[in-house]
């Protein structure tokens, strides 16, 4: 299975689909299930007057329902999961989708040749619409200029998928303290209501450092019990609920009539509109279905929430209802949470179980927050972090260990700070429903760029959902004192962290573009100015796709010479989820062949798991050789524009070619094997794997060529030395207080304490030659 590619399951049989359906149990809806432990204890929070008729509980249920089947069926299962990028999915897959299709991509370096890659082709072939009438198109060629045409637009665009990304964060912090502090509220029934705040508090914060303190050791070795915990769960809330229902009150199926919700708020007014605050947290968990496509398919999602999910959830509420309809009195009593439904005989197990589901809800939540904070880093929206990969078989399997830490502080701090389902519920409740406002706003453009469909369709939608969502929004927003401040503050911090990394990294990039040295500067170069060439090959780190970086002109200013083999390396991300290993690199040549300077230009999707420094090195050399063979010998060098991009070939990772040969066998005659190898095969120590060149005599290489891979391989063998760019960003004079705040403290700071290129992490201190220069931008 190639992970590497575009989403690996395209056509599943049912044996497939049905298992990704079992598994999507366990990673995608932990939390959504685990909502009916707070959703009614939140709604009836001192919100709502109670009385002795039906109609508040038949109200809220009435809702709940509605809600559950207009945002997570309607517009998650049967609309935006079809909105996947090349199979995955989450909000900056949506926002990369609309980079691909109208030019307002926040990545400086992009090129036309990434437009040829794969994942490009994909879209027209699977968004190609041959119906569309010349309204239409007129209509989408409008909005695609418009788009284009004004940068402000290119800023709102990416503010508002931060704003998404920031909110998730914010998510991923309060969900797994509203999870498991309610799932412990049941402990309230065998204490006093005097003390059972103590007991809920400690043994909630004990769960949740647990939870983050096993991070580290990923979810690999318990993951195949997430499952069966999950539908264990779901089995017995349906279970209850339908108990409830018979023995209690059959007749509460009326309330799915959308007309108590009328008669709920004409009774409650304002109290009813600020208790929709609780009520969406219903619906908790439902981005998960987007964001976790990646990792498994549309039907299989699909067929677990149609089928599972949605109608045991519908029985729990319903029977939550049912028994409340026919106990008014422990309406205006603290005891109103889901455990008051439960059997007193049952309760015990169902505590378990309930706080086994809310580990695995907040597992996932922390699991989502770790992959966008990827997604983000690798599209220069976030500070360069520690990727801690706790899994070499599953894909997407992923340790922050800072951000780990962070969130862990951040909800023991609101779980001892709000200490109660109400603070915690409007806190969370924001968090959600903003996400899903964002959602709809791209969706929104994704069905007139992307799906080619009718304006006015996607005015419908974002009218149709939109109206809702902002119902909910406003009755989530209007409680900023009690609890929903809390997701404001965390996505205002990381939006600024967020923002200035951006706009540190756009202004030392374009610093770079503005100040790069002509390629005819380094053509000029000879050994009678003193320059002199040393044995091994130089990999000189820079963000630009074309000319030659300032950084290098002040290496050799200071320091005349350079390696007998010298390489412009561009690590960069594009738009996409996945770059296929055989489109990975973009080699080129600088000068004439006898410089051997070379430009490659390694191109990464923003779900592709980065190579270590040996991995890394090995597909580099491999994929400069195989440019070498594959040359045609015409090729004389660079012409003088530099538009040209340098002439850039495609090439594939070395497993996929000729002419290149990893092998821990011994080296036939034709094979050039070094002294040094041949030493470290016969000492006691497992020889570490080399690259070793086969150089096949036949007419395809010319002597030129076959020279040059000699000469590539003793500057190989000689060693390779990382020269990596240490620039210091200071605000020019003149410029504005927040630009000098923002530069020279927050980009600066985030700078100092972020981590450096994934593929010199590994590399020996003694390999690695760092350049300072000082940028005023």
């Known amino acids: 299975m190639d992970l590497e590619g575009n989403n690996p399951i395209k056509k ?21 299930s685990t909502s009916p432990l707070y959703v009614y204890k939140s709604a009836f929070a001192e919100d709502i007057q109670h009385s002795e008729s039906n109609e508040e509980i038949y109200g809220v249920l009435s809702f709940v329902f509605w809600t559950l089947t207009l945002i997570p069926l309607l517009k998650y299962v049967f609309i935006v999961l079809r909105a996947d990028d090349n199979g995955e999915g989450g909000t900056f897959a949506l926002y990369s989708l609309l980079c691909r299709h109208a030019r307002v991509s926040s990545l400086p370096n992009c090129q ?20 569309d009438d010349d309204g239409d198109k007129n209509s989408r060629s409008s909005l695609k200029l418009t788009l284009e045409k004004h940068k402000i637009l290119h800023k709102v665009l990416l503010l508002l998928a931060l704003l998404g990304v920031c909110m998730v964060i914010g998510d991923g912090v309060l969900t797994p303290a509203i999870s498991v502090f309610s799932a412990v509220s049941g402990l309230e029934l065998s204490t006093s209501k005097e003390h059972h705040q103590y007991i809920e508090v400690p043994v909630a914060c004990i769960i949740l450092i647990l939870l983050f303190a096993l991070q580290h050791y990923g979810t690999h070795r318990v993951g195949f019990l997430f499952a069966p915990i999950v539908i264990t769960w779901l089995l017995c809330i349906s279970t209850i609920g339908l108990y409830n229902i018979v023995y209690w009150n059959p007749q509460v199926y009326r309330a799915l009539s959308p007309y108590y919700m009328y008669k709920f708020l004409k009774k409650t007014q304002r109290g009813g509109w600020m208790s929709l605050g609780g009520i969406l947290l219903c619906m908790t968990g439902s981005e998960a279905m987007f964001a976790d496509l990646g990792h498994f398919s549309q039907s299989s999602i699909k067929i677990a929430f149609s089928f599972v999910v949605y ?18 009195s422990l309406q205006s009593d603290y005891r ?45 929206c976030f500070p360069k972090v520690r990727i801690v990969h706790t899994s070499s078989k599953r894909h997407g399997q992923i340790y922050i260990p800072e951000i780990n830490w962070i969130l862990m502080l951040l909800c023991l701090a609101v779980t001892i700070g709000f200490r109660d389902t109400k603070r915690l519920g409007n806190a969370s409740g924001l968090a959600v429903i903003t996400v899903m406002v964002v959602t709809t706003c791209l969706m929104s453009l994704v069905i007139v760029l992307c799906w080619r469909k009718n304006v006015f369709l996607a005015v419908g939608f974002i009218f149709f959902f939109g109206s809702i969502e902002a119902l909910y929004f406003s009755a989530s927003l209007i409680k900023f004192l009690e609890g929903a401040w809390v997701p404001i503050v965390l996505s205002f911090i990381f939006m600024i962290v967020m ?17 790069k040295v002509p390629i005819n500067w380094l053509l000029d170069l000879s050994p009678n100015l003193g320059i ?63 410089y051997r300077i070379y430009r490659c230009i390694a191109r990464y999707g923003y779900r592709d798991n980065h190579k270590d420094e040996f991995e890394f090195e090995k597909d580099l050399v491999c994929s400069i050789a195989e440019f070498i063979r594959s040359e045609k010998p015409e090729g004389k060098g660079v012409p003088e524009n530099e538009e040209d991009e340098e002439n850039l070939t495609v090439v594939g990772s070395f497993s996929t070619k000729r002419g290149v040969k990893l092998s821990e066998e011994e080296m036939e005659s034709k094979e050039i094997v070094s002294t040094s190898e041949l030493q470290k095969s016969n000492s006691l120590e497992k020889p570490r794997k080399r690259v070793r060149f086969v150089v096949p005599e036949t007419p395809e290489i010319d002597h030129q060529a076959q020279e040059e ?14 020269i990596l760019g240490q620039s210091y960003v200071r605000a020019k004079s003149g410029s504005s207080l927040i630009k000098k705040i923002a530069i020279n403290y927050g980009y600066d700071f985030l700078r100092r304490n972020s981590r450096g290129p994934t593929y010199a992490l590994s590399v020996p201190h003694a390999s690695t030659l760092e350049v300072g220069m000082v940028y005023h931008v």
Request: aromatic share 10%; hydrophobic share 45%; charged share 15%.
């Open 12 to 32: 599943e049989s049912w044996r497939t689909v049905l298992t990704l359906a079992y598994q999507s149990l366990g990673v995608v809806y932990g939390d959504l």
């Open 336 to 380: 109103i949470g889901f455990y008051v439904s439960v059997p007193e005989k049952l309760r015990w197990p169902v505590l378990a179980i309930a706080i086994l589901a809310a580990v695995v809800g907040s597992q996932a939540v922390i699991t989502g927050t770790f992959s966008i904070i990827k997604q983000c880093s690798a599209l220069g």
């Open 532 to 594: 002199v060439r040393v044995r091994g090959i130089g990999l000189i780190q820079t963000e630009l796709v074309t000319g030659i970086p300032a950084i290098f002109s002040h290496f050799v200013t200071n320091l005349p010479a350079f390696h007998q083999v010298l390489v412009f390396l561009c690590i960069k991300s594009v738009p996409v989820p996945h770059v296929r290993s055989d489109e990975r690199f973009l080699i080129g040549r600088i000068g004439p062949r006898e």
């Open 709 to 722: 891979l000699h000469d590539l391989m003793e500057a190989r063998e000689a060693g390779m030395v990382f």
């Open 499 to 515: 923002y200035v990394w951006h706009y540190g990294t756009l202004k030392k990039y374009e610093h770079d573009e503005q100040n």
């Open 311 to 328: 109608p045991s959830l519908i029985l729990a509420y319903m029977g939550q209802a049912a028994y409340l309809s026919m106990h008014h």
């Open 112 to 131: 036309l040749a990434d437009e040829e890659l794969s994942a490009y082709r994909n879209d027209e072939h699977s968004y190609n619409n041959d119906n």
